[in-house]
């Protein structure tokens, strides 16, 4: 049974383009936290590899741009697109800067949080935080900036054939 609650969120991509999650409907998504200039910003690379290797299967990777967390996006969505373009060749959908925790924080995180803490707690640690959707749009899995894209695939592969 689809998840009213989830596939109800929309979201603006980087371009300015309206994103209702309803046309992620029998897809698996995993949907990032992102930022240009963390440690953490080589994980695009791996983000990128994981989008080639299962989008055929029915894997979406959205990244979310955010400069909460020690002001690493700071640039605009015209940088934000080249700098992703440029050092990772990445052609899955970056969304609009938003902020992930906090009263401001868009309305995608503020689900996925509510439906997946942390070590008990709901905030976004740092980036590249990761939630795995599964084809119905139940929040299944939770993963830390430390957590590497090649390391999820189990859990993918576990969403993708089920």
């Given at each position: 049974?689809?998840?009213?609650?989830?596939?109800?969120?929309?979201?603006?991509?980087?371009?300015?383009?309206?994103f209702?999650?309803?046309?992620?409907?029998?897809?698996?998504?995993?949907?990032?936290?992102?930022?240009?200039?963390?440690?953490?910003?080589?994980?695009?690379?791996?983000?990128?590899?994981?989008?080639q290797?299962?989008?055929?299967?029915?894997?979406?990777?959205?990244?979310?741009?955010?400069?909460?967390?020690?002001g690493?996006?700071?640039?605009?969505?015209?940088?934000?697109?080249?700098?992703?373009?440029?050092?990772?060749?990445?052609?899955?959908?970056?969304?609009?800067?938003?902020?992930?925790?906090?009263?401001?924080?868009?309305?995608?995180?503020?689900?996925?949080?509510?439906?997946?803490?942390?070590?008990?707690?709901?905030?976004?640690?740092w980036?590249?935080?990761?939630?795995?959707?599964?084809?119905?749009?139940?929040?299944?899995?939770?993963?830390?900036?430390?957590?590497?894209?090649?390391?999820?695939?189990?859990?993918?592969?576990?969403?993708?054939?089920?």
């Amino acid at each position: 049974m689809a998840n009213p609650e989830f596939y109800g969120l929309s979201t603006t991509t980087l371009s300015g383009q309206p994103f209702p999650f309803k046309d992620l409907e029998g897809k698996a998504v995993l949907i990032v936290n992102v930022a240009s200039k963390c440690g953490f910003t080589p994980q695009y690379k791996g983000l990128e590899e994981l989008y080639q290797q299962y989008k055929d299967r029915g894997l979406v990777i959205l990244g979310f741009p955010c400069n909460q967390f020690g002001g690493q996006e700071p640039g605009d969505a015209s940088a934000i697109g080249e700098f992703c373009q440029r050092n990772f060749g990445v052609t899955f959908p970056i969304m609009e800067k938003s902020d992930v925790n906090g009263n401001d924080a868009n309305p995608v995180f503020k689900y996925l949080k509510s439906q997946k803490k942390q070590f008990m707690m709901e905030m976004i640690k740092w980036n590249f935080e990761k939630f795995l959707v599964d084809k119905s749009g139940q929040v299944v899995a939770r993963f830390s900036s430390m957590a590497t894209p090649a390391s999820l695939a189990p859990e993918i592969e576990k969403v993708l054939n089920a």
